[in-house]
């Protein structure tokens, strides 16, 4: 008894009865032609980018809004026209800053070149200290100090004073750095730098 025999379906042209084969057929859907719209989108957007121009143009001639546009965003591209090619981190920080963190920098220098900056706790006198000892120089407060630096620094005034174990001073124009030796050095210096006021 013959197994019968099953055979794949083969593609292609099918021969009728007629022994004359049926072209193959083909969907009759004719592709969507693509709708041009690059041009009307760039056209929006040229006159989206007009209106946009003219309504800045308006929000600043209010006279409310003029000191943004003098005190803020003039500036802020002044700043950067000036920092665009000065890439190194530490160059644009002075830029920026100024002496507000290169008297930070220099005090920092003189504990980390010994090896010490991270079990410091340094009592800084005030601006109004330096100025009376003829050394022009503005002190940021402590947590700037920090900000730049990593140092730890105190003020007089404040209640960790008496934890100092650094003393900073000034004797004829020159920075004097202190260890502090008895707790009556200390409490002195915290007394005398008192007097002078806090200036931010």
Same mark, same amino acid.
């Given at each position: 008894?013959?197994?019968?025999?099953?055979?794949?379906?083969?593609?292609?042209?099918?021969?009728?009865?007629?022994?004359?084969?049926?072209?193959?057929?083909?969907?009759?859907? /004719?592709?969507?032609?693509?709708?041009?719209?690059?041009?009307?989108?760039?056209?929006?957007?040229?006159?989206?980018?007009?209106?946009?121009?003219?309504?800045?143009?308006?929000?600043?001639?209010?006279?409310?809004?003029?000191?943004?546009?003098?005190?803020?965003?003039?500036?802020?591209?002044?700043?950067?026209?000036?920092?665009?090619?000065?890439?190194?981190?530490?160059?644009?920080?002075?830029?920026?800053?100024?002496?507000?963190?290169?008297?930070?920098?220099?005090?920092?220098?003189?504990?980390?070149?010994?090896?010490?900056?991270? /079990?410091?706790?340094?009592?800084?006198?005030?601006?109004?200290?330096?100025?009376?000892?003829?050394?022009?120089?503005?002190?940021?407060?402590?947590?700037?100090?920090?900000?730049?630096?990593?140092?730890?620094?105190?003020?007089?005034?404040?209640? /960790?004073?008496?934890?100092?174990?650094?003393?900073?001073?000034?004797?004829?124009?020159?920075?004097?750095?202190?260890?502090?030796?008895?707790?009556?050095?200390?409490?002195?210096?915290?007394?005398?730098?008192?007097?002078?006021?806090?200036?931010?």
């Amino acid at each position: 008894m013959k197994k019968k025999q099953s055979r794949a379906a083969k593609t292609g042209p099918v021969k009728t009865s007629t022994g004359k084969a049926d072209p193959p057929q083909t969907s009759s859907a /004719k592709p969507t032609p693509a709708v041009a719209t690059r041009s009307a989108f760039s056209f929006k957007g040229v006159i989206l980018f007009f209106i946009s121009i003219i309504v800045v143009f308006i929000f600043f001639g209010f006279e409310r809004n003029k000191s943004m546009l003098t005190d803020r965003i003039v500036p802020y591209w002044d700043d950067f026209q000036e920092q665009q090619d000065k890439t190194e981190l530490e160059e644009r920080k002075v830029n920026r800053y100024g002496y507000d963190y290169m008297f930070p920098k220099t005090v920092a220098n003189f504990f980390e070149k010994k090896g010490i900056a991270g /079990k410091v706790l340094l009592l800084v006198p005030t601006t109004d200290y330096f100025k009376e000892h003829g050394v022009d120089i503005h002190v940021v407060e402590p947590s700037v100090f920090y900000y730049f630096t990593g140092l730890k620094t105190v003020w007089a005034h404040s209640p /960790k004073a008496v934890n100092a174990n650094w003393i900073l001073t000034v004797d004829k124009g020159q920075l004097i750095f202190d260890s502090v030796t008895s707790k009556a050095m200390l409490m002195q210096k915290i007394d005398s730098f008192k007097k002078y006021k806090i200036d931010l």
